[in-house]
C-alpha cells in the first residue's frame, strides 16, 4: 500500500535525525479534482511506523476515491526532538505502552466524531 511504503520512509528519515512527528495528513487528489484526506495525531512525538500505520487503519475507509486517485501526498506536521532513548522504549515494549493506546483511543474518538 501507497501509505505503508511513504510512512516507512519518512519514520526512517525522522529515525536518523533524532525527530518525531506528533500529526500526519494523508491527502489523495482524485482524477475528477476533489481532494480526500484523513488526519492522524499523536499525544508524543514519534517515528515508529507499526504505531503510525495501526492509527490509519480505522481511519482509511473514509477516504473517498471516486473516479480514482492520480497522486496521494503524505504530510508531517509538528515535527519535534525526539531523542534515541525514546525510540529503545518503543522496541523494548512488546505490548501497548501508554502512548499508543491513548493515541489509538483518541484516533478512535476523532473518527467517529467526523
Given at each position: ?24 495528513l494523508f ?26 500505520i495501526k ?58 466524531h467526523t
Amino acid at each position: 500500500m501507497a501509505l505503508e511504503k511513504m510512512l516507512w520512509q519518512l519514520c526512517d528519515q525522522l529515525y536518523k535525525n533524532q525527530k518525531g512527528l506528533r500529526g500526519l495528513l494523508f491527502r489523495g487528489f482524485r482524477v475528477d479534482g476533489k481532494t480526500t484526506e484523513v488526519k492522524i495525531g499523536t499525544n508524543r512525538p514519534t517515528c515508529h511506523a507499526k504505531h503510525l500505520i495501526k492509527l490509519f487503519e480505522n481511519r482509511l475507509s473514509s477516504i473517498e476515491p471516486g473516479f480514482g486517485i492520480e497522486l496521494f501526498l503524505l504530510e508531517a506536521g509538528d515535527v519535534e526532538d525526539n531523542p534515541l532513548e525514546q525510540h529503545h522504549l518503543w522496541a523494548q515494549n512488546d505490548g501497548l505502552s501508554d502512548e499508543r493506546l491513548s493515541d489509538r483511543k483518541s484516533t478512535r474518538l476523532n473518527s467517529s466524531h467526523t
